[in-house]
């Protein structure tokens, strides 16, 4: 089936911007949406549609897509914004219709 | 939003229904979809309902394996086994496909399943 692939860990300092990629065949042609998720908690829709955020998400998660690699930025970042975040994709000509990467620990040094 | 059923505890064997119950929309008009999160794993799309009709997709990976059903009159959909084994240990996720599709817009809490003699 369709593979995803994140770096396992990004690390950066409080205030500094992360960015967390997710490279495969279809990120060009196929949307790209993004999820925050903490220890113990259910995923957090953050970007949808490449670059769309939902209400309450705050202005400094942004999203793009270059190629096949979608990136999702996260400006000025919070100690609170450490969590796992997964980017997905939905290929409706697909069983394997809604993939999720395998993941990328964000640490806040 | 979606509330989930709390967590099991089963045995190798043994059947389970888990339930998650919308509120606060239109729960028959939006696909609601069951995601297993393995420890320390990313999450995996399991199936989809619409719970209006109950059309339902599975991922092939999960055909055969669970059966998901909704009761759109009680605002629940459910995700069920009929023989538990140990790989089914895991955290069960319901989550509503947003409205533009392809996404999910809102999660229940989990469901953490746990098989073992």
């Known amino acids: 089936s369709y593979v995803l692939a994140q770096p396992p860990s990004v690390s950066v300092a409080p205030g500094q911007a992360a960015r967390i990629t997710c490279g495969g065949s279809?990120?060009?042609?196929?949307?790209v949406h993004w999820y925050q998720q903490k220890p113990g908690q259910a995923p957090v829709l953050v970007i949808y549609?490449?670059?769309d955020r939902p209400s309450g998400i705050p202005e400094r998660f942004s999203g793009s897509n270059s190629g096949n690699t979608a990136t999702l930025t996260i400006s000025r970042v919070e100690a609170g914004d450490e969590a796992d975040y997964y980017c997905q994709v939905w290929d409706s000509s697909s069983d394997h219709r809604w993939v999720f990467g395998g993941g990328t620990k964000l640490t806040v040094l | 939003q979606l509330v989930q059923s709390g967590e099991e505890v089963k045995k190798p064997g043994d059947s389970l229904k888990i339930s998650c119950k919308g509120s606060?929309?239109?729960?028959?008009?939006?696909?609601i979809a069951w995601v297993r999160q393995m420890p320390g794993k990313g999450p995996e799309w399991m199936g989809i309902i619409y719970p209006g009709d109950s059309d339902t997709a599975y991922s092939p990976s999960f055909q055969g394996q669970v059966t998901i059903s909704a009761d759109k009159s009680i605002s629940t959909a459910y995700l069920q086994w009929g023989s538990l084994r140990a790989s089914d240990t895991a955290m069960y996720f319901c989550a509503r496909q947003g409205p533009l599709r392809g996404y999910f817009d809102l999660w229940g809490r989990g469901s953490l399943v746990t098989v073992s003699s």
């Open positions: 549609y490449g670059r």
């Open positions: 279809k990120v060009g042609s196929d949307s």
């Open positions: 606060g929309y239109s729960f028959s008009t939006y696909w």
